[in-house]
């Protein structure tokens, strides 16, 4: 199986994306007439607590409903192509880069067995994986071959599809939350640069480090927008659901003041930047891809939280920007349809639509 480097060609219209996480379902269309991209639909649909559980689908009647609730309900127009390219979850998924001699193609592929089997926490024979050789040199091996290669639980990926399958959907192509995200936000003419995403979901918040638009290193913590919200709760003593409105309403109050909304999240906070910071330690120090971070996109819905990018920014020393997912989509003078807060919860899906253009990262 092949869902890393599958390319869609030919297609009267090209297949969507779906971002299928633990809480939500988000979908967006994506079509191109002559040299401009349209934006044909979109749309989310909350899928049943419990229903997806860290990647793995526990009740695939919940999900199946869902998917086909987003595709009913989806904004501008009623998505008619069951064709599909999918998110998998960040959390089930491996992904390194492996240097290697020059050699046949028949031998890398043996050669990446063996490297696969010495790099992921997993028998061999109970994931799906995938690679490419980059035409971009990434490490510092001298006379090797640098190979992406991805590796995702065989139980995650047929749960998926299972459940895609059963809503109506044809799958044509399998990505990873990081590698989507990648071709969502980085500009396909900043090859030379490196970048950090930071997702913060409702669950858990996922890094991942790119030297142009090729994933190098990903990593997730389970700090979340979840966790903003329970120590708001305990800190100020109020109901979960107060703390969300009081999250969505103030943000994470005010640092400079010291007030007693801006205690309680702190510690998670300062969690996350310690998690952050250990992350470019280790890919700038151990990996040594990159000699430095460029720059730094945010997203997730977690992004939006009142003061948290300034704080980063202030607490990282480094300047932390909101994301922007329309960078590689051709709209012409036309605005997207989705304001730039909510774009960046679907830029997964964006990033998985425009592999349906046929875009590559």
Do not use: H
């Not at 219209?13 to 639909?41: A, C, H, T, Y």
């Not at 063996?114 to 971009?136: G, H, T």
């Not at 998670?268 to 910071?277: F, I, M, Q």
């Amino acid at each position: 199986m092949s869902f890393l480097a599958k390319k869609v060609f030919n297609f009267s219209k090209p297949p969507f994306g779906l971002d299928l996480s633990d809480l939500s379902i988000k979908m967006v269309q994506l079509e191109r007439e002559g040299n401009k991209d349209k934006i044909v639909s979109f749309g989310t649909s909350f899928i049943t607590p419990g229903s997806v559980v860290d990647g793995e689908i526990i009740n695939q009647e919940n999900v199946v409903s869902a998917i086909k609730e987003v595709t009913k309900k989806s904004i501008s127009k009623r998505i008619k192509n069951n064709k599909v390219i999918c998110s998998l979850p960040e959390t089930k998924a491996f992904l390194r880069i492996i240097s290697l001699p020059q050699m046949k193609e028949e031998e890398i592929k043996e050669a990446i067995k063996w490297e696969m089997e010495a790099n992921i926490p997993l028998p061999i024979d109970s994931v799906y994986y995938d690679w490419q050789i980059l035409e971009k040199k990434i490490s510092q091996e001298p006379n090797k071959s640098d190979v992406l290669v991805v590796a995702v639980a065989k139980k995650v990926v047929d749960q998926f599809i299972e459940a895609l399958e059963s809503a109506g959907l044809r799958v044509e192509g399998l990505d990873i939350e990081s590698v989507a995200q990648a071709r969502s936000f980085i500009n396909a003419k900043d090859s030379q640069k490196t970048t950090l995403i930071i997702d913060i979901g409702d669950r858990r918040t996922s890094f991942s480090i790119s030297v142009g638009t090729i994933p190098c290193f990903t990593c997730s913590i389970p700090i979340s927008g979840q966790s903003i919200t329970d120590s708001i709760a305990k800190g100020i003593s109020v109901s979960f659901e107060e703390a969300e409105k009081i999250k969505l309403t103030y943000g994470i109050g005010s640092a400079a003041k010291a007030d007693p909304l801006f205690k309680s999240v702190k510690p998670v906070l300062d969690s996350l930047v310690s998690e952050l910071e250990r992350s470019i330690d280790f890919y700038l120090s151990g990996l040594r891809y990159s000699s430095s971070i460029d720059q730094i996109f945010i997203c997730g819905g977690g992004a939006n939280v009142l003061g948290i990018i300034p704080y980063l920014s202030k607490q990282m020393r480094r300047e932390v920007k909101l994301g922007d997912p329309w960078v590689n989509i051709q709209l012409g003078k036309k605005l997207p349809p989705i304001d730039r807060n909510r774009s960046v919860q679907y830029s997964t899906a964006i990033g998985l639509a425009l592999k349906g253009l046929n875009l590559t990262y």
